[in-house]
């Protein structure tokens, strides 16, 4: 008796990304599109800021200060702020932020058409900007868990990395032709048009108040996120991996001298570093359907941190830029794959009532993270070279991950299929007290 053909259809659903979320809701589908609209024109003055920045000052370490100008506002802010997504309509929160997240993106246009060149005004604007962003980012994620069942999460965070990795490589990519072409101030104004796009996403949104009514912000709510994080050393293993990648070995802060002194081009060179990692993101992002199916998520986690620092040593040593791009790419989708399993973590464990404050700390691990290794990695390239900047980034990288795994055993032992049917309070539903099931209409 012949056997049965498998069908052919098995290996691409586990290849490819999962998109029921965005056929099931529409909510959700408003919700990625226009956040991926608004996110391309966000990457356009991440680009846009240090080269202005650059060109004023032809310091690597002027560069990496405004990782400082950001960092500590999301670090300080972003654990405060996250609160506010606890105690109130977390929908409204949003569109406050949003809101004066275009008002910053028009000021930038307005210093960059009036040629001001005032180093302290853009330090200034980035400082706001990360003011802003630190309310609004814990916010809006904790409305994936109220918009799609848990079985969904999976898939969503790979959709927003697909989101997330494409801005990053489409914003860099447009703002070096708009910068070399139109001038910083068109792509600085592209990004506050964009912004219209997520307001209207998140307009369209149902009302989002915290469960059982929320907590009031305030020191004592953000006391109680951390002893929650405490608590679980798993928890606090995934956010000490993202920690140990990106604060021992961010690289961004040295592309401009990368792009200048290593291989001889302008904002077009510029704008390809820029967009490499996420190009590798993309494409780890849209053949992610392998990730939903592994069990050993933490052992994943872990040999993505031990891959991103050779990477970044591969990078630090090239001579050529394909090589360069090929490493930045590889290190892109490493990132990738820790984000997604990290994120995942986190909404199965974390009771609705704490998901601000441990979106917050999510947040300021993901955001404030990358800012401290851009002013390591350039105060160490001011002091000896670009080169070893990155270079010494990678080794610190690959030996604190061998040091995470030996000590947090649970992370090299955490089972996605045992613990996804248990919050870390011990819920077994996924549910907290009060929470009821919430239907997501499916599109017709």
Known sequence: MTAAKPSGRGPRIRLLADIRPLRESAEYRRLWAGQSLSAIGSQMTAVALPFQVYALT???????ALGLTTAVPLIVVGMLGSTLADAFDRRKLV???SAGLAVVALLLVTQAVLDVRHLGL???LSTVHSCLFAIDQPARRTFIPRL???????AAGALSQISFQASMTVGPLVAGVVIATAGLEAAYLLDAVTFLAGLYAVLRLRAMPPANGGQGPGLGAVAEGLRFARRHPLIAAVFLVDLNAMVLGAPRALFPAFAEARFDGGSQT???LYAAPAVGGVLASVFSGWLGHTRRQGRAMLAAGVVWGAVLIGFGLSTALWMALLMLMAAGACDVVSDVFRSTVLQVSTPDQLRGRLSGLDFVVSAGGPRLGEVRAGAVSQLTSP???AVSGGISCVIGAVILACAFPALRRYDARSAGSTTADGDSSGKTAGETDTEVPAQK
Not at 148 to 154: A, G, K, Q, V
Request: hydrophobic fraction near 45%.
């Open 122 to 124: 853009l330090y200034t």
């Open 95 to 97: 569109l406050v932020t």
């Open 270 to 272: 510029l704008g390809l």
């Open 58 to 64: 032809h310091s690597t370490l002027a560069v990496g």
């Open 387 to 389: 080169a070893i900047g």
């Open 148 to 154: 799609l069942p848990p079985d969904r999460l999976p």
